[in-house]
């Protein structure tokens, strides 16, 4: 039986590249936004060998969380991978001292509580998904943050505590689903070339060229897939909890 991925926030940028990823993996993809349908995405996935499906999803709003795991459940009959990556950024970045309240709330709804929640509701239907004699079943989570869970960025508070949070989340969950051996990672991209990215192009460019990160290039939403794949490739299910940096170096602490 072909093993089943949903990958939040995978229209575009990272998340796409995760779902192209896991699709040559041999994966069952679920690609997922709050868009009601986006054909174009599966076309050329699906032009590309990758066998896949769209179903929509906000993971801020919980009625939509639950009937994505439900649907997944009813059709497939099994959840091997989940990936939150679904995130956003302060639509304005604003001075710590004038953050507004409504861009903090939202951050925390989108970021932190839906992954959040995404982990609890997918946990549940993998324990009982456990039980029922499924072919092969290994369940794994990952989690997707940014390096901006340790570095702090005044310009963009609300975004760094989000991502933070979501480093806790993923130890909380390793920690709890350590007994059904279902293993939780993180992995933490860095400067990667998004349209998230794309409108400070020039600033990282020239950050990138005077040695912030050791390879000296943008990554790519490759690069972080990449880390996926090997989170879920069974090599290191007992580093349960691991973060994995796609950051070209950036973690490393150097004078």
């Known amino acids: 039986m072909q093993k089943i991925a949903l990958v939040t926030g995978s229209r575009r940028g990272i998340g796409l590249g995760i779902a192209r990823a896991l699709g040559k993996a041999g994966y069952f993809v679920v690609v997922s936004a709050t868009a009601a349908q986006d054909d174009a995405v599966i076309e050329t996935l699906q032009a590309e ?13 919980q009625a939509d969380r639950v009937r994505i795991l439900e649907e997944i459940a009813a059709r497939y009959g099994r959840l091997d991978v989940l990936v939150n990556n679904a995130g956003v950024a302060p639509t304005v970045r604003l001075d710590l001292l004038e953050t507004t309240e409504d861009s ?32 092969d079943y290994t369940p794994r989570l990952v989690n997707i943050s940014s390096m901006s869970a340790y570095t702090s960025s005044t310009s963009r508070g609300e975004y760094c505590v989000s991502k933070a949070g979501i480093s806790m ?38 950050l990138i060229d005077g040695g912030i990160t050791p390879i000296k290039r943008f990554g790519q939403p490759a690069d972080v897939a ?30």
Do not use: W
Request: charged share 20%; proline share 3%; hydrophobic share 45%.
């Open 169 to 206: 989340t993923t130890q909380l969950f390793a920690d709890r689903l350590a007994e059904y051996g279902i293993p939780v990672f993180e992995v933490r991209p860095g400067i990667i070339q998004t349209d998230m990215t794309a409108g400070v192009t020039e600033k990282y460019q020239k």
């Open 104 to 135: 903090f709330d939202r951050l925390m709804q989108i970021n932190l509580k839906g992954t959040f929640f995404m982990c609890q509701l997918a946990a549940r239907m993998m324990i009982d998904m456990q039980g029922k004699g499924l072919e």
């Open 226 to 255: 990449n880390c996926v794949c090997a989170a879920v490739s069974g090599l290191l299910d007992f580093a349960t909890g691991q973060v994995l940096n796609a950051d070209g170096g950036f973690h490393i602490r150097r004078l």
């Open 49 to 61: 060998g990758i066998d896949c499906t769209y179903i929509p999803c906000n993971i801020a709003v």
